[in-house]
Nanobody, 130 residues
Framework: QVQLVESGGGSVQAGRSLRLSCEASGDTFSDYAMGWFRQSPGQERELVAAVSWRGGRSHYADSAKGRFFISRDNSKNTVYLQMDSLNPEDTAVYFC???????????????????????WGQGTQVTVSS
């Protein structure tokens, strides 16, 4: 079973950038597609971005397109989320997720099975002030 530890969250002003990191251990990292979800208070948890096993394909939520970039370094067992042009609507707890499923199917699968999907990190808080 893979274990995930996120880092890199914090408080920033609107327009600034943050980079989240998630380090995996306990299993073969390249067996998993990796991604990031987020959850704001009172809101449903939503997929932000996901990347395929070797990083060749990525998928983004509409809210992340053009501002966020997901990448992975399989030699370091780490996935990253570069977040630029942050705005207050990006304020949320961000969760790293690992799942063997093709990222193309993550959104629909999570909608169907919710938190039975994937292996989750503990989350890291991102707060964006205006």
């Amino acid at each position: 079973q893979v274990q995930l530890v996120e880092s890199g969250g914090g408080s920033v002003q609107a327009g600034r950038s943050l980079r989240l990191s998630c380090e995996a251990s306990g299993d073969t990292f390249s067996d998993y597609a990796m991604g990031w979800f987020r959850q704001s208070p009172g809101q449903e948890r939503e997929l932000v971005a996901a990347v395929s096993w070797r990083g060749g394909r990525s998928h983004y939520a509409d809210s992340a397109k053009g501002r966020f970039f997901i990448s992975r370094d399989n030699s370091k067992n780490t996935v990253y989320l570069q977040m630029d042009s942050l705005n207050p609507e990006d304020t949320a707890v961000y969760f790293c997720v690992a799942d063997p499923l093709d990222p193309l199917h993550w959104q629909n699968t999570f909608a169907r099975i919710k938190y039975h999907f994937g292996t989750w990190g503990q989350g890291t808080q991102v707060t964006v002030s205006s």
